[in-house]
């Protein structure tokens, strides 16, 4: 259904189950689909933020990079954190695939969050250090997109990505080469600064030794010229890619020495690209492109490949322009002769615009080849014999241009296009000879008036632009030859006064005060003959390559001839080269053991072959404990009881998970291994147990930083009291020590401190026909659920009549959440307003909800926001209560932000007013007098919401927001900034 583009999102609950499959083609498929709809069904899509999670810790390499790569492509702000902390844990990863999908991921957390810059950095700088050639590419790519102008990250790492280049894929050289092309202009000397007096050195020291002393040093040449080492191993690295398969390749590579390179080496890309004319034609017009702007510099590069440039019939009409295009700007006068035989062919085509091409080409070949301009001209003019009215109205056109190179020789031309004028009806072509006899009319003088009447007769039915060089002609006429053309001067001037085209009664207009002055006619009309009869310079005729040399080769700008989007421009060539030791990278030296010989660990050996060891399955907590143990004996008892604080804590972790998991082989493996561990710990000997301290909390906590499986845990509790800080519920953690007791939290709900009198509109009176309604939150004890929000609202009646059957039909609320509505008000007179109110579960999610209220004429659609302020309930909780619970909300469930307070509103009463106008919680009690801190919990899910504010002594507040439900947490975050910040 998502591939032939009809709508599945109504499927999403049903699809997202599926997500904890085994099956990995079943798993790809859900993720497809998640990344597609990800984004209108938000919350529900972080509802499998925790499988991603576990996927990330997959023993399957494409279970972790697919886990990942979702992850990061589900475009919802409030799980930036969740998506940082699983980059940073990819970057690290034992495979190379995990590693480039990271580097993918960076983009894209950068286009979502643009201030997490300074972190993509950060990992970018560690991924450009990786030696693996499948990362090394996307690491470059990651760079180009979001730090290209941190050029000091490339040179540590400059040689080794020119080693590595060749083994790289396809994809990754591209990339590489285009970020190397840029990094060569920044960091070395032009090649070609000397011209032909640079040592050019060559690929291979014995053809360089061979040749050295052949080269003569005159007194007048400047200092000889060497390469800089790291841009000759640029240049002989890539040079083996232009045998890629590739075409993209061999095209960077092109671009690459066309910018770089020295220009006795350039010639090495020309049979390359040659040879990539023989791909499809998508091809053939880029490769096409680019040879033609290297033709209008360095069209000996191509002179042997003449012939491959030859246009066949085949050939689609842009490729038959860039190959003229091509083949006029390698005419020399060996090959003039070549090429006018084969224009001579392609003029008979049938494609009229291909013919014109043809034609301007052979006037180009005129222009630039002296010794074949008479040819050239006699070949135009036997084209204005031919059948073809197209054919002859551009030969027209371009023998104008030629003509003005040398106008006396050519006296016979102009005479025989003056004939053409009645049967020639293209209006360039027409227009064109009328400006060459006025040009040139001292030449032709009895065939220019001539030509002026036949002009006049048909001057009402000429176009524009002919109508303009007839009055051109007719002024330029007078002023040679006044005596015969004064009247037809004065007539022409007439018909175009009344003509239709303002131009042209503007340009009649003028050209008579110049031309047939009078007593008003201005100093102007004495310099009239000036003015038109001035020797005008010859056009120029070029290619239209020419000019799109300013853009970098192989980019879509160089192709449509105009800047587009991202495109970075090339750097210019330093005068002086930057300090090339920056690239200079010390060899690493041999690993020697850095730890203390005091202590050997010898017992270490001895439990890791044992079989009464602990258990090996995580080799960093094992690693731990043993390098504890060998710390000190006298801490070792302590290490041993937070060891098996540590071990109570997991194995209340383990127990969770099965009370969640409904997968009966899940539940049995993780039993197995409770009863083992039970096992192994009543075989130990009984010690004396100390009480838990400070240590043993701060393990506690340091444990559930991990806990990221937090939604397969209903967060629900039976009891109004119990509170579920986390998705653990204390109650389960039996043997972790929480507040130095394992009783669960015991807190009080408390009414509301602040209540606010804003009200908002839901129904405008002329939306709603004279009906308008407004709604507040009035923050008290919803009479219907505890898990409502009790929302007020007060309709009006404005019109002038009586509104009747008020009430609330057609509900269409997300999955979960409720509604109980008002009962039908009967009628509701003019000008009078009455107050109800309604109870809404939003299912601590911050989807409005969507409702129509109906009238007994319409239904107008409404929709109602709750802010999560307004969906929390205030708590009292003690001080080590919210330390505690504070601990246990860690890592993806806190989120931080800081914000500027200003010296007026940095003061207790300011900073709670400000918290209170915007979330509904209660102060809890704190000794630190600079940390304000709050509580609550949302009201359908009954999650633990904590909030702590610390102001420094600059005004700057750290907001810290600790709640499982993470949209909660982000949103409220961003509700207290605002709320501090405003002034």
Request: charge should be negative.
């Amino acid at each position: 259904m998502v591939a032939k583009g009809k709508d599945a999102s109504d499927l999403f609950p049903a699809v997202v189950k599926n997500v904890v499959s085994k099956n990995i083609e079943v798993k790809k498929l859900v993720y497809v689909y998640l990344v597609r709809y990800a984004e209108e069904q938000q919350d529900l899509a972080l509802l499998s933020i925790s499988t991603f999670q576990r996927g990330l810790k997959d023993p399957n390499q494409l279970i972790r990079a697919s886990a990942l790569r979702v992850l990061s492509s589900i475009r919802v702000p409030v799980i930036t954190p969740i998506m940082m902390l699983a980059i940073r844990e990819s970057v690290t990863d034992m495979s190379p695939f995990v590693r480039k999908t990271a580097a993918h991921a960076i983009p894209k957390i950068y286009s979502l969050d643009p201030e997490q810059k300074e972190f993509c950095i950060e990992i970018i700088e560690k991924l450009l250090s990786d030696k693996t050639t499948l990362v090394i590419g996307s690491a470059v790519m990651a760079f180009e997109e979001v730090c290209p102008e941190k050029i000091d990250l490339i040179h540590k790492n400059y040689r080794k990505l020119c080693n590595l280049l060749v083994d790289v894929e396809e994809w990754g050289q591209l990339v590489i080469i285009n970020m190397l092309t840029r990094y060569a202009r920044t960091q070395f000397v032009n090649p070609n600064r000397y011209g032909e007096h640079m040592d050019n050195e060559r690929f291979y020291e014995s053809e360089h030794s061979s040749q050295e002393d052949q080269t003569p040093v005159t007194p007048e040449a400047p200092k000889s010229f060497t390469m800089d080492s790291d841009h000759r191993l640029l240049l002989r690295n890539t040079k083996p890619l232009l045998q890629s398969r590739n075409s993209s390749v061999v095209m960077a590579v092109a671009q690459l020495y066309h910018h770089v390179a020295p220009k006795t080496e350039v010639g090495a890309v020309a049979k390359p690209l040659v040879r990539l004319l023989r791909s499809h034609r998508e091809i053939q017009s880029i490769v096409l492109s680019n040879i033609a702007t290297m033709t209008t510099t360095r069209k000996s590069m191509f002179e042997p490949y003449l012939k491959s440039f030859f246009v066949r019939p085949m050939d689609p009409t842009l490729i038959k322009l860039i190959k003229l295009d091509i083949l006029t700007n390698l005419a020399t006068e060996a090959s003039i002769g070549i090429i006018l035989r084969e224009f001579h062919t392609y003029v008979a085509s049938s494609d009229r615009e291909f013919v014109a091409a043809t034609i301007q080409a052979i006037g180009r070949c005129a222009s630039t080849i002296s010794e074949c301009t008479d040819t050239c001209m006699n070949g135009l003019v036997s084209l204005m014999s031919n059948r073809d009215e197209a054919v002859v109205a551009e030969s027209v056109v371009v023998i104008k241009k030629l003509l003005q190179m040398a106008p006396a020789k050519h006296k016979d031309i102009i005479v025989h296009m003056a004939k053409l004028v009645e049967k020639i009806t293209v209006a360039m072509a027409r227009a064109s000879i009328l400006w060459l006899i006025g040009e040139y009319c001292e030449r032709v003088p009895k065939i220019a008036p001539d030509v002026l009447r036949k002009m006049a007769k048909t001057f009402i039915t000429e176009t524009d632009i002919v109508k303009l060089q007839v009055l051109n002609l007719a002024t330029k006429l007078y002023l040679t030859n006044p005596k015969q053309t004064h009247l037809l001067c004065q007539y022409v001037f007439n018909l175009a006064k009344y003509d239709q085209n303002y131009d042209i009664r503007d340009r009649a207009r003028l050209l008579r005060q110049l031309a047939l002055p009078n007593e008003k006619s201005g100093a102007l009309a004495k310099h009239a003959k000036k003015i038109f009869l001035a020797s005008k310079p010859a056009p120029v005729l070029e290619s239209k390559f020419k000019d799109q040399d300013q853009f970098q080769l192989g980019t879509l700008s160089h192709f449509i001839n105009a800047k587009s989007s991202g495109y970075q421009e090339l750097p210019d060539w330093p005068e002086v080269a930057p300090d090339p030791s920056v690239r200079t990278v010390e060899a690493p030296m041999p690993w020697t053991d850095d730890q203390p010989k005091a202590k050997k660990p010898t017992k270490k050996k001895q439990s890791f072959y044992s079989e009464s060891g602990e258990s090996t399955g995580d080799d960093s907590s094992s690693s731990e404990s043993d390098s504890d143990e060998e710390s000190s004996d006298e801490s070792g008892s302590e290490d041993e009881e937070e060891s098996k604080s540590e071990k109570s804590v997991e194995a209340a972790e383990s127990s969770a998970a099965e009370v969640s998991s409904s997968s009966e082989e899940e539940t049995s493996a993780s039993e197995e291994s409770a009863s083992e561990t039970d096992s192994e710990e009543e075989e130990k000997p009984k010690k004396p147990v100390k009480k838990p301290g400070k240590a043993a909390v701060a393990a506690v906590a340091k444990q559930q930083l991990l806990l990221l499986d937090f939604d397969d845990v209903p967060a629900a509790s039976s009891a109004p009291a119990l509170l579920p800080g986390n998705a653990l519920a204390p109650s389960l953690l039996t043997g972790a020590v929480v507040n130095e007791k394992t009783s669960p939290l015991q807190v009080t709900v408390s009414s509301a401190v602040f209540v606010p009198t804003q009200t908002r509109e839901l129904l405008n009176r002329i939306s709603g026909s004279g009906l308008s309604i407004d709604y507040r939150f009035t923050r008290t004890q919803n009479i219907y659920s505890g898990k409502m929000v009790t929302v007020e609202l007060t309709l009006t009646n404005s019109s002038d009549q009586d509104i009747k059957n008020i009430c609330i039909e057609q509900k269409k609320l997300s999955p979960g959440m409720d509604m109980q509505v008002f009962p039908s008000i009967e009628c509701l007179n003019v000008n009078q307003s009455q107050t109800v109110s309604v109870g809404m579960d939003y299912a601590d999610t911050t989807q409005p909800a969507t409702f129509d209220v109906s009238t007994a004429d319409r239904r107008y659609p409404v929709t109602l926001h709750a802010p999560v302020g307004e969906q929390l309930q205030p708590i009292i909780i003690t001080e080590n209560d919210f330390v505690s619970q504070q601990a246990k909300l860690k890592g993806m469930n806190e989120i931080i932000g800081s914000v500027e307070i200003s010296s007026d509103h940095a003061n207790e009463s300011s900073i709670k007013q400000r918290v209170y106008s915007v979330a509904n919680v209660q102060q809890s009690p704190c000794t630190n007098l600079a940390v304000y801190r709050f509580a609550s919990r949302t009201l359908s899910a009954g999650a633990l919401v904590l909030i702590s504010i610390s102001v420094d002594d600059n005004g700057k507040a750290s907001i810290t927001v600790n709640c499982e439900k993470m949209v909660i947490g982000s949103m409220l975050l961003k509700e207290v900034k605002s709320a501090l910040k405003s002034t």
